[in-house]
C-alpha cells in the first residue's frame, strides 16, 4: 500500500492557510487559460482577447455552481451550518465545467464568438485542468474512495487530511487524473478530425461522464437521487443530451457530405 505524509496545508500567511488544494484548482484554471491561448498561437481562429473575456465570464460562473452544487450536495452539513455556504472549501467538477460552458454560452450569445468551435479548442485543456486539479484531492485527502485492502491503496496519516487516516482506499484521485490524461491524448488526437464544430466538446463530455458514472461506485459520498451520487446523477444526464446530439450531428454531416457527393457526380 501507498502512504501519504504530506499535511494538506502547504503553507499559512498568519491566520490563513493555503492548502495543496487551492493551489493545484488555481494551476488547472491556468492550464485551461493557457491551453487556449497557446491554441491561438499555433492558429486557432480566436484572438487574445477573445481568451480573455471568455476567461473573465467562464472562471466565476463555474466557481459559482461548482460551490453551490457543493453546497446542496452536503446540505445536511450546510444546513446546520448556514455561514459557511460562501466559501471555496468545497468544489465540483462538473460544477466548474458545466458553469464555465453556460457562462461563456451566454456571453456568446452577445458577442461574435462561436461557442461550438470555442468549446472544441479549450475541451482538451480542460481534461488537463482536471488531471492537474485530482493531484489537489490526492494531496488534500478529499475525494477519496471505499477502503480496500489492495497493492496500489492510499493510506492517508497526516492528522489533517480529509480521508480517516490509517484506513487504506481506493486512490479514485489517482484513477481519475489516469482516465483525464488519456482522455485528453484521444481529444489531441481527434483535433480537427470530428465535425461539425461541437463534437470534441461533446466527446469529452461523454467520456468523462462515463468515467465518472463508474468509478464513483468506488467512492465515498452519499446518495442523491435513485441511489446515486449526485455526480453520477449528473453524468447521466450529461450522457443522455451529448450522445444523441453527437449522433445526429454526425448524422447530419455525413448526409451532408454524400448530398455534396451525389451533386458532384450529377454534373
Same mark, same amino acid.
Given at each position: 500500500?501507498?502512504?501519504?505524509?504530506?499535511?494538506?496545508?502547504?503553507? @499559512?500567511?498568519?491566520?490563513?492557510?493555503?492548502?495543496?488544494?487551492?493551489?493545484?484548482?488555481?494551476?488547472?484554471?491556468?492550464?485551461?487559460?493557457?491551453?487556449?491561448?497557446?491554441?491561438?498561437?499555433?492558429?486557432?481562429?480566436?484572438?487574445?482577447? @477573445?481568451?480573455?473575456?471568455?476567461?473573465?465570464?467562464?472562471?466565476?460562473?463555474?466557481?459559482?455552481?461548482?460551490?453551490?452544487?457543493?453546497? %446542496?450536495?452536503?446540505?445536511? *452539513? /450546510?444546513?446546520?451550518?448556514?455561514?459557511? %455556504?460562501?466559501?471555496?472549501?468545497?468544489? @465540483?467538477?462538473?460544477?466548474?465545467? !458545466?458553469?464555465?460552458? &453556460?457562462?461563456?454560452?451566454?456571453?456568446?450569445?452577445?458577442?461574435?464568438?462561436?461557442? +461550438?468551435?470555442?468549446?472544441?479548442?479549450?475541451?482538451?485543456?480542460? %481534461?488537463?485542468?482536471?488531471?492537474?486539479?485530482?493531484?489537489?484531492?490526492?494531496? +488534500?485527502?478529499?475525494?477519496?474512495?471505499?477502503?480496500?485492502?489492495? $497493492?496500489?491503496?492510499?493510506?492517508?496519516?497526516? $492528522?489533517?487530511?480529509?480521508?480517516?487516516?490509517?484506513?487504506?482506499?481506493? $486512490? @479514485?484521485?489517482? *484513477?481519475?487524473?489516469?482516465?483525464?490524461?488519456?482522455?485528453?491524448?484521444? !481529444?489531441?488526437? !481527434?483535433?480537427?478530425? &470530428?465535425? $461539425?464544430?461541437?463534437?470534441?466538446?461533446?466527446? *469529452?463530455?461523454?467520456?468523462?461522464?462515463? /468515467?465518472?458514472?463508474?468509478?464513483?461506485?468506488?467512492?465515498?459520498?452519499?446518495?442523491?437521487?435513485?441511489?446515486?451520487?449526485?455526480?453520477?446523477?449528473?453524468?447521466?444526464?450529461?450522457?443522455?443530451?451529448?450522445?444523441?446530439?453527437?449522433?445526429?450531428?454526425?448524422?447530419?454531416?455525413?448526409?451532408?457530405?454524400?448530398?455534396?457527393?451525389?451533386?458532384?457526380?450529377?454534373?
Amino acid at each position: 500500500m501507498i502512504e501519504i505524509h504530506i499535511d494538506p496545508v502547504a503553507f @499559512t500567511i498568519g491566520p490563513l492557510e493555503v492548502r495543496w488544494y487551492g493551489i493545484m484548482v488555481a494551476l488547472a484554471i491556468l492550464t485551461v487559460v493557457l491551453w487556449t491561448a497557446w491554441q491561438v498561437r499555433k492558429g486557432a481562429k480566436l484572438s487574445y482577447d @477573445t481568451v480573455f473575456a471568455a476567461a473573465l465570464v467562464g472562471i466565476p460562473s463555474g466557481l459559482v455552481l461548482a460551490r453551490l452544487l457543493h453546497v %446542496i450536495d452536503v446540505w445536511e *452539513y /450546510y444546513g446546520q451550518h448556514p455561514a459557511e %455556504i460562501i466559501g471555496g472549501g468545497g468544489l @465540483t467538477a462538473y460544477g466548474a465545467v !458545466l458553469g464555465a460552458a &453556460l457562462g461563456i454560452w451566454v456571453y456568446s450569445r452577445f458577442s461574435h464568438l462561436n461557442f +461550438n468551435y470555442f468549446a472544441d479548442v479549450v475541451a482538451p485543456g480542460i %481534461i488537463l485542468a482536471q488531471a492537474i486539479g485530482r493531484v489537489g484531492c490526492t494531496l +488534500n485527502g478529499c475525494c477519496y474512495g471505499l477502503e480496500a485492502v489492495l $497493492p496500489w491503496s492510499i493510506v492517508y496519516t497526516d $492528522p489533517d487530511s480529509f480521508c480517516p487516516v490509517g484506513v487504506p482506499v481506493h $486512490p @479514485t484521485q489517482v *484513477y481519475e487524473i489516469i482516465w483525464n490524461l488519456i482522455v485528453f491524448g484521444i !481529444l489531441v488526437a !481527434l483535433k480537427g478530425r &470530428l465535425k $461539425p464544430d461541437g463534437s470534441i466538446f461533446l466527446l *469529452y463530455l461523454s467520456l468523462y461522464s462515463v /468515467y465518472r458514472f463508474g468509478t464513483d461506485f468506488l467512492r465515498e459520498g452519499s446518495p442523491f437521487l435513485f441511489d446515486l451520487h449526485q455526480a453520477q446523477f449528473i453524468a447521466v444526464v450529461v450522457l443522455a443530451i451529448a450522445v444523441p446530439i453527437m449522433v445526429m450531428r454526425t448524422r447530419w454531416v455525413s448526409k451532408k457530405s454524400a448530398d455534396m457527393d451525389n451533386d458532384g457526380d450529377n454534373l
